[in-house]
């Protein structure tokens, strides 16, 4: 029995023993996993540079607008009547004044002719009045009621005219029609819409800009507008007026510019691209676009530093910094703040970079950047 003990503490021993000792082993193999992590150093990654430096940058702001005509309305009739000319088609430019449609005026014709009839023997009757008058005849009663049913007369015929002139339909100012809404016969209510009539040349440009803008857009300033229905086209104007609220939930507020549309390409409710140049020129900081690596808690680039190995060798590390950028040209972009002139940022492969990691410039390889490209970004 004895025996036994022993041999069962002989052997819980040793398994104890082997556990000790194996798990001496495995921390030390962590200990020199860490230690050569530690000591790990990445290689250096192949990137191309370009220098912050100040360039001459006309300031412009971008925005997207709609086109709004100067004028604008859709075409009725003040008065019944059954159509009887259309002098118009859907879509042509007309000018002020021009006849469009022309209604019946059959009846009133008919009650012209009356009112004329009898506004003729009103004033007939007005004149034999002041003839008897003036022999003595007569009283002045009879004169002023002669005189008031010739009044009346005329204002009856005035307004038989008034009513013909409305069956006249005429374009209030010089356009482009839209479709026609009238057929032939067709007998219209006052205010049925006959056609819509859109002034195009000039044309409004409206369009918002930020609150921090405010100060950079002055009435007068040049802008050029742009639009993907005509890719190949430009225009240009300038801004009428600024308006004087900010938008209390956007915090923008709205810009109207005038803008020559002399082929009407241009058409009312369109989309476009707009772009509102100052007439001086600022200079700024700029960088390359590809430097920079966009992040929702801050846009940051790499720079380049000087340092030595622990052998004294010299070798360029990375260093992130923090930007505040500001308006976007081509291949470049401003920067407001973090970077000072003649800094080096990584202007391709930051994206693969850490915090201190060696890199090998190779600007052989480096793409040319401009603010004005060859072909342009899209």
Known sequence: MKRRRKSILVAVSVVVLAVVVFGAIKVAQIRAMIAAGEAYVPPAQAVTTAQVRPVEWQSQLTAVGSVVAVQGVTISSEVPGTVQAITFESGEMVKKGELLVRLDTSIERAELASAEASARLASLDLQRMKKLRAAGAGSEADLDAAAARAAQAAAAVANVKAVIAKKTVRAPFSGR?????????????????????????????????????????????????????????????????????????????????????????????????????????????????????????????????????????????????????????GDLVAVTSGLKPDDTVISTGAFKLQNGMAVIVRNDLAPEFSAEPTPPNE
């Open 177 to 329: 029609l839209g479709i026609r809404q009238i057929d032939l016969g067709e007998v219209l209510q006052p205010g049925a819409p006959i056609v819509s009539l859109q002034s195009s040349d000039p044309i409004y440009v409206e369009f918002s800009l930020p609150q921090q803008a405010l100060s950079q857009v002055d009435a007068g300033n040049a802008v050029e507008v742009t639009t993907d229905a005509f890719p190949d086209r430009s225009w240009t104007g300038k801004v009428e007026v600024v308006d004087a609220k900010i938008d209390p939930n956007t915090r923008n507020f709205t810009v109207r510019a005038l803008v020559d549309n002399p082929t009407g390409e241009l058409r009312p409710g369109m989309f476009v691209d707009v772009t509102v140049l100052r007439p001086e020129a600022r200079e700024l900081l700029a960088i390359p676009v590809s430097s920079v690596l966009f992040a929702p808690y801050g846009d940051s680039v790499y720079i380049i530093k000087q340092e030595q190995t622990d052998d004294g060798e010299p070798r360029q590390v990375v260093e992130q910094v923090f930007v505040r950028l500001g308006e976007r040209r």
